[in-house]
């Protein structure tokens, strides 16, 4: 059981107390961090960031370098996975990238 003891303390006793503990307390929170928005991309977004046309799109979506979703009749790209392909490609053998 736990004990209890009464003692006299001055108000400035009791705000170091308060003090301290959430002192203590603050140090060992880790808050939660916040779940990013899941960032949907159109095609024409999605060609204009990747610097190639609309076909050119098509045909990386249809060879798999680019994953699509499909949303009703709308065709949409996560900004994930998307900049996760950019990654993958490589570029020319003289080492110049698109330019766009």
């Not at 307390?25 to 808050?31: Q, T, V, Y």
């Not at 159109?42 to 249809?62: F, G, M, N, Q």
């Not at 798999?64 to 570029?91: C, D, F, P, S, W």
Request: aromatic content about 4%; overall charge positive; proline content about 4%.
């Amino acid at each position: 059981m736990a004990k209890l003891m009464l003692s006299t303390l001055e108000l400035s006793d009791i705000k170091k107390i308060v003090e301290e503990v959430i002192e203590n307390k603050l140090k060992n929170f880790n808050p939660q961090p916040e779940k990013e928005e899941l960032k949907l991309l159109s095609r024409k977004e999605t060609a204009k960031l990747l610097c190639i046309s609309l076909p050119t799109l098509h045909d990386w979506t249809k060879t798999g370098i680019v994953k699509a979703h499909r949303i009703g009749n709308r065709v949409l790209y996560k900004l994930e996975e998307v900049n996760g392909a950019l990654n993958m490609i490589q570029t020319s053998k003289n080492g110049r990238g698109p330019k766009c």
